[in-house]
């Protein structure tokens, strides 16, 4: 019995294929083809959204921005491999009806509109709260270290440009002392002291390249300094350190739908928690939301700001350091008489206010500790007695850490929110970011969302999403432009994913 064979490939066809043929029904890059299709990148402002009337035409902006969120949800992230898509891949020549930009073209669209960008993302969360994707009743938010465009030995502090000066100056010496060595005139000679000669210059011009570097570091008054990405930073991550960017994001509990994300070059999430919970009640729309954060962004200023501004927060107080003394959580406070029980037993009275990093702290010591028998458990100080402070609105902040405690379901539920958005993300992207500085890096961030959120969407509508919601353009016709006054008396609208047959408006009488 012989093989299967194909076609032979000098074949000619009467009836040339249909492209549309090679692409299923229900496959996710008609899916695509609909979602980009049913917004108006016109409103939007992007760029050549309204052809010039002279001049050479330009590739559609709808076209381009097809292209990269296919590209986003297949792990082509280049605009080198997207530009080879067009010319190989059959789902890309169907979404792009075989149009085959260069890849230049493809990156300038992804340069110029960012803003436009970060417009239909917000609309799109819009859409998804709409259809009961996105409720915002609880949201986890979380930060990851991405790598930018920027290697570690093109980051540099002042001590590692010291270090670097001061070792090409120390090769500096010694090929000279080799040249003064060598007198001779002769052909051998000659050709190697042209040889070091070569060496010393080079030398020379790196340590004078390193000069320049740590020049500048001084004077941008930063603590470190990155050459290829000027905004990109080193930063600890979970596995050592990485020159990049911290990327921060908001994920609704309900589907793992991120609804905000945000670029930054801090390297840590203490004073980000405040700035994400802002940015999702004004996207959800909301004046009381409920965060769930990890320790890292514990911060008591910034927590107790969320609360007074109407955000619920659920962020685990970092447990004290292990150390050989006795920690703050050892002192028991009495609230009635303000004061503290040391594990000694005695009391420590409040003896005044400090203030520290511009807020105010209660100081409680006393006189005890001169003759203390755990005195060397307790304080390294030699004279004087140990000290513990105390914010003049802890109280406030012990509640919230009750709460928190009283709640291990929300921090169990904050770690399948985030965690598995990120992994989805570093996994197409192999954790780095392939453009450089700040906003450029901020544009590619979106696009790599907005194909995770529409993998998401896909897959909780299912392959048959025309029978279960209308167009993209029909829904937001149908919903956002239909206020109280033109509906009829009791109207209700139905959610497609309860009704699978269609979005309609139907009266009840």
């Not at 890059?29 to 108006?40: K, L, M, T």
């Not at 802002?278 to 909301?286: D, F, G, H, Q, V």
């Not at 005695?346 to 511009?358: S, Y």
């Amino acid at each position: 019995m012989g093989y299967k064979k194909g076609q032979d490939r000098r074949q000619v066809t009467l009836l040339p294929d249909v492209l549309d043929d090679y692409v299923q029904t229900g496959s996710y890059v008609r899916f695509i083809d609909e979602f980009v299709e049913s917004f108006d990148l016109v409103a939007l402002n992007f760029k050549y959204a309204v052809p010039a009337e002279t001049g050479r035409p330009p590739y559609d902006p709808k076209d381009l921005l097809k292209l990269y969120i296919y590209g986003s949800m297949n792990r082509l992230n280049s605009t080198r491999q997207l530009m080879a898509a067009c010319r190989t891949n059959v789902e890309v020549m169907w979404l792009l009806r075989k149009l085959q930009p260069d890849f230049r073209t493809i990156s300038e669209f992804r340069r110029h509109n960012g803003q436009g960008l970060r417009k239909l993302f917000r609309q799109f969360i819009k859409r998804l709260r709409g259809m009961g994707l996105v409720v915002g009743e609880m949201i986890g938010i979380d930060g990851s270290k991405f790598a930018a465009s920027n290697s570690k030995d093109n980051n540099y502090s002042e001590a590692k440009l010291n270090r670097l000066i001061a070792i090409y100056k120390g090769r500096a010496k010694t090929y000279l002392e080799r040249l003064n060595r060598n007198d001779s005139n002769d052909a051998e000679s000659f050709e190697l002291k042209e040889q070091l000669q070569q060496q010393l210059d080079l030398i020379q011009k790196r340590c004078q390249e390193k000069e320049k570097i740590l020049e500048n570091l001084k004077k941008s008054g930063q603590r470190q300094i990155s050459t290829v990405d000027p905004d990109s930073k080193r930063m600890k991550s979970g596995d050592g350190t990485v020159v990049g960017f911290n990327v921060q994001a908001s994920v609704d509990a309900k589907n793992k739908i991120i609804i905000d994300v945000e670029v930054t070059n801090s390297g840590t999430d203490s004073h980000e928690l405040g700035k994400m919970t802002e940015r999702a009640k004004e996207i959800l729309e909301k004046d009381h939301i409920k965060a769930a954060a990890d320790t890292g962004y514990y911060d008591s200023q910034e927590i107790l700001n969320c609360e007074k501004n109407g955000v619920e927060t659920y962020v685990s107080k970092p447990k004290s350091r292990k150390t050989n003394f006795f920690s703050k959580d050892d002192f028991s406070y009495q609230r009635d008489g303000n004061f503290y029980i040391c594990p000694a037993g005695e009391k420590l009275n409040c003896r005044g206010q400090i203030r520290e990093h511009g807020r105010i702290l209660l100081r409680y010591q006393t006189a005890a500790c001169t003759t203390c028998l755990l005195r060397s458990q307790c304080t390294s100080r030699i004279k004087g007695s140990r000290r513990i402070t105390r914010f003049l609105d802890e109280d406030q902040l012990e509640i919230i850490h009750k709460r928190v405690e009283n709640a291990p379901e929300i921090r169990t539920l904050r770690k399948a929110l985030v965690e598995h958005p990120f992994g989805t993300l570093k996994r197409r992207t192999g954790g780095r970011f392939l453009t450089k500085r700040l906003l450029n890096v901020s544009t590619e961030a979106v696009l790599m969302v907005l194909g995770y959120n529409l993998t998401r969407v896909f897959n909780i509508v299912g392959s048959d999403f025309r029978s279960k919601i209308l167009s993209w353009k029909t829904f937001f016709l149908r919903y956002f432009r239909l206020t109280r006054s033109m509906m009829p008396k009791q109207a209700v609208l139905i959610n497609p994913l309860n009704n699978p047959s269609a979005w309609s408006l139907k009266s009840v009488f």
